[in-house]
């Protein structure tokens, strides 16, 4: 397929357009020269700014936008009883939703890289992204965070390459067509969806079978589950780690004195190269070597692929330093998973300081429900820990459960946990309570980031 297919399609019209996603996938069709037109319920950061490329947005509905659409594409997360998509509905508009419509983009690219894995994708995309452009390969770039050297989420390049985080929620990502598959890790989220690990591992396996016939799997062998599904890939397979025997192997890791590692690549047991991240945590040293034999892949010299990966600081909201208050580092972290508030965890081991403060907002009841032990269980190596209420997202409470029930569990390990009900109370208790040489990580993926950023205004 070529853009010639995408552009007959006609108007577009895309409900939940200031979505990260979705607001880079209408930049997309703008530089491609396709008529588009959005709505959203709120107005945000990314409405804002495409209402000044010049793009029609409405906040709210507007069937006439409907009405005049061809084609209408919606996130996942607009209900069926959403006003514009049973109009759309009524008038026999051709629905697509978001995954489904972006596997159709993925086709036009020849050199179509898809990064997944449940953990890790947004920093591991911005990595290949500046490894990519460092080299001068005009990538096409759609990345789930703002990336400070395309000053946004995305970018539209000349090249045939285009390169994209493959969410597995709802199998989003069994709609894309790739030339070469990421495997970061697999672990046990989205269970409101996929119900069991193994039926996740599957998914991931399924996966593998949409690659092109001369299409790689590069996968991390360190990960037990991606380790487990490797034996039925039927494609050619790079593996990389840490821990085992990798193509691409990370050894003499050593850290400097503000947490930062430096480590010697080998590839199949030959030394490649040595590398110093501005980034913390081990699992940032996996990013990296899954980046680093990404590149090799399609022979990036090794001088823009050291060059890319020494400049990179880090996405939008992975383990950011955002700022301070009063001296004391805030950072903000978008992890919203167990397994992820350990590397955040982990991440705060690595910087000199006093106490934690893990300010912590459960994202979604089914997630809180499903692993509230698993949370209580890391959040409480923290030394203080306050808990917003949880951030609904797409869902409602139907789980009978709350930040409350959370806050129970760590108290039987850690007396210093506290849930408050609102942002202000939130910052009201940090600034009568937090000491010099503290540490602040605002934890979660929705709008937790407020209170870091409000504390840093008083600084």
């Given at each position: 397929?070529?853009?010639?297919?995408?552009?007959?399609?006609?108007?577009i019209?895309?409900i939940?357009?200031?979505?990260?996603?979705m607001?880079?996938l209408?930049?997309?069709?703008?530089d491609?020269?396709?008529?588009?037109t959005?709505?959203?319920?709120?107005?945000?950061?990314?409405?804002?700014?495409l209402?000044?490329?010049?793009?029609?947005?409405?906040?709210g509905?507007?069937?006439?936008?409907?009405?005049?659409?061809?084609?209408?594409v919606y996130?996942?997360?607009?209900?069926?009883?959403?006003?514009?998509?049973?109009?759309a509905?009524?008038?026999?508009?051709?629905l697509?939703?978001?995954?489904e419509?972006?596997?159709?983009?993925?086709?036009?690219?020849?050199?179509?890289?898809?990064?997944?894995?449940?953990?890790?994708?947004?920093?591991?995309t911005?990595?290949i992204?500046?490894?990519?452009?460092?080299?001068?390969?005009?990538?096409?770039?759609?990345?789930?965070?703002y990336?400070k050297?395309i000053?946004?989420?995305?970018k539209?390049?000349?090249?045939?390459?285009?390169?994209l985080?493959?969410?597995?929620?709802?199998?989003?990502?069994?709609?894309?067509h790739?030339?070469?598959?990421?495997?970061?890790?697999i672990?046990?989220?989205?269970?409101?969806?996929?119900?069991?690990?193994?039926n996740?591992?599957?998914?991931?396996?399924?996966?593998?079978?949409?690659?092109?016939?001369?299409?790689?799997?590069?996968?991390?062998?360190d990960?037990?589950?991606?380790?487990?599904?490797?034996?039925?890939?039927?494609?050619?397979v790079?593996t990389y780690?840490?821990?085992t025997?990798?193509?691409?192997?990370?050894?003499?890791?050593?850290?400097?004195?503000?947490?930062?590692?430096?480590?010697?690549?080998?590839?199949?047991?030959?030394?490649?190269?040595?590398y110093?991240l501005?980034?913390h945590?081990?699992?940032n040293?996996?990013?990296?070597?899954?980046?680093?034999?990404?590149?090799d892949?399609?022979?990036?010299?090794?001088v823009?692929?050291?060059?890319?990966?020494?400049n990179f600081?880090?996405a939008?909201?992975?383990?950011?330093l955002?700022?301070?208050?009063?001296?004391?580092?805030?950072?903000?972290d978008?992890?919203h998973?167990?397994?992820?508030i350990e590397?955040?965890?982990?991440?705060?081991?690595?910087?000199p300081?006093h106490e934690?403060?893990?300010?912590?907002?459960?994202?979604?009841f089914?997630?809180t429900?499903?692993?509230?032990?698993?949370?209580?269980?890391?959040?409480?190596?923290f030394?203080h820990?306050?808990l917003?209420?949880?951030?609904?997202?797409r869902?409602?409470?139907?789980?009978?459960?709350?930040s409350?029930d959370?806050?129970?569990?760590?108290?039987?390990?850690n007396?210093?946990?506290c849930?408050?009900?609102?942002?202000?109370?939130i910052?009201?208790?940090l600034k009568e309570?937090v000491?010099?040489?503290?540490?602040?990580?605002?934890i979660?993926a929705?709008?937790?980031?407020q209170?870091?950023?409000?504390?840093?205004?008083?600084?």
């Amino acid at each position: 397929m070529t853009w010639d297919n995408i552009q007959n399609m006609g108007k577009i019209h895309m409900i939940g357009i200031g979505g990260v996603s979705m607001s880079g996938l209408a930049e997309l069709l703008m530089d491609h020269h396709i008529f588009v037109t959005g709505s959203d319920a709120h107005e945000s950061d990314n409405t804002k700014h495409l209402k000044e490329l010049g793009l029609e947005i409405t906040i709210g509905s507007n069937l006439e936008l409907v009405k005049q659409a061809d084609v209408v594409v919606y996130t996942a997360a607009i209900p069926k009883t959403d006003a514009e998509y049973t109009y759309a509905e009524k008038l026999g508009k051709k629905l697509m939703e978001r995954s489904e419509f972006l596997g159709e983009i993925t086709k036009c690219f020849s050199k179509c890289i898809c990064i997944s894995g449940t953990h890790g994708k947004t920093t591991t995309t911005s990595m290949i992204s500046m490894i990519f452009l460092e080299a001068q390969k005009d990538p096409t770039i759609e990345v789930g965070a703002y990336l400070k050297p395309i000053q946004g989420n995305n970018k539209t390049g000349k090249s045939d390459y285009f390169i994209l985080e493959a969410c597995e929620y709802v199998d989003s990502f069994l709609k894309f067509h790739p030339h070469t598959e990421i495997i970061l890790n697999i672990d046990n989220d989205h269970l409101d969806y996929f119900k069991t690990i193994e039926n996740i591992k599957h998914s991931f396996l399924k996966f593998t079978e949409n690659l092109d016939e001369d299409g790689v799997v590069i996968a991390n062998i360190d990960d037990i589950n991606t380790k487990e599904i490797l034996t039925n890939v039927h494609h050619p397979v790079i593996t990389y780690g840490i821990l085992t025997e990798a193509n691409f192997r990370a050894q003499n890791i050593t850290m400097d004195s503000s947490g930062y590692p430096t480590f010697n690549c080998y590839k199949n047991q030959v030394y490649y190269d040595t590398y110093t991240l501005k980034v913390h945590g081990q699992h940032n040293i996996l990013n990296a070597l899954a980046s680093i034999a990404t590149a090799d892949l399609y022979a990036l010299d090794k001088v823009s692929i050291k060059k890319a990966l020494e400049n990179f600081t880090g996405a939008n909201r992975r383990f950011e330093l955002i700022g301070t208050f009063k001296g004391i580092p805030v950072y903000d972290d978008y992890a919203h998973h167990p397994t992820e508030i350990e590397t955040t965890y982990l991440c705060t081991k690595e910087i000199p300081h006093h106490e934690t403060w893990a300010i912590f907002e459960p994202h979604t009841f089914s997630r809180t429900k499903e692993h509230l032990k698993e949370f209580a269980m890391v959040l409480k190596q923290f030394d203080h820990i306050l808990l917003a209420p949880i951030y609904a997202a797409r869902e409602t409470n139907t789980y009978e459960i709350s930040s409350k029930d959370l806050e129970n569990l760590i108290k039987k390990e850690n007396e210093n946990v506290c849930f408050l009900e609102s942002y202000e109370e939130i910052e009201e208790y940090l600034k009568e309570n937090v000491q010099p040489q503290d540490i602040i990580v605002t934890i979660g993926a929705g709008t937790i980031n407020q209170v870091g950023y409000s504390l840093i205004k008083e600084d």
